[in-house]
Each structure stands twice: as structure tokens, then as C-alpha cells.
């Protein structure tokens, strides 16, 4: 079992900067990559950004050159740093962890809402 939690959403102005967090805790050792979705009202869910554990990333390419994926494995966290943030990115954003054996386990999510 790994358990999930989100945190750093919250409202922020067109060209703004956000930096969600993600915790994770249990067996840690099972994780073979993390990585952010994000689902708007009214659409499904879509992936976001995703690293391994050799720290290989990607994006999709709506957030490439604005949204970076890092982790701190002292801290077993994953961050999504954003910036340049828009309108469209609004959304609850969640977390994701793909173990061994592919199974997925996902945090609460967090809202992000782009608006002046």
C-alpha cells in the first residue's frame, strides 16, 4: 500500500506561479515512477508530468517549458513546480504513484484555479 498526499494548490493570477507537493509513505520501495493529472470540470482526467526513479521526465506538451516535475527522495516527494500559469490549467490536480506489478494509486487531489 502507498498512501498519497497532495498539497501547495490554491488561487493564483494569469502568468502566476504554484508548487504542489506530493507525500508519499508506505511501501515506497514498490514505486517505479510518479506523476501529476489534472481533471477540469466537465473533462477527464489527463496526465500531466511523470518521473521514473532513474529521474527520467515527461510532460505533456500543453506544459512543456512551464510546469517541471521533481522529486526528493530523502523526503519521498514528488513536486510540480508551474509557472506561467493560464486560464486552461485550472483544475484538481492529483497525484499519482505506478508500482510494481502496475497497480495505481492516486493522493485526494488539490485545486488549482487560474483567474484574475
Known amino acids: 500500500q502507498v498512501q498519497l498526499v497532495e498539497s501547495g494548490g490554491g488561487l493564483v493570477q494569469p502568468g502566476g506561479s504554484l508548487r504542489l507537493s506530493c507525500a508519499a509513505s508506505g511501501s515506497i520501495f514498490s514505486i517505479d515512477a510518479m506523476g501529476w493529472y489534472r481533471q477540469a470540470p466537465g473533462k477527464q482526467r489527463e496526465w500531466v508530468a511523470s518521473i521514473t526513479n532513474t529521474g527520467h521526465t515527461n510532460y505533456v506538451e500543453s506544459v512543456k517549458g512551464r510546469f517541471t516535475i521533481s522529486r526528493d527522495n530523502a523526503r519521498d516527494t514528488v513536486y510540480l513546480q508551474m509557472n506561467s500559469l493560464i486560464p486552461g490549467d485550472t483544475a484538481v490536480y492529483y497525484c499519482?504513484?505506478?508500482?510494481?506489478?502496475?497497480?495505481?494509486?492516486w493522493g485526494q487531489g488539490t485545486q488549482v484555479t487560474v483567474s484574475s
Open positions: 499519482n504513484a505506478l508500482v510494481r506489478g502496475g497497480h495505481n494509486y
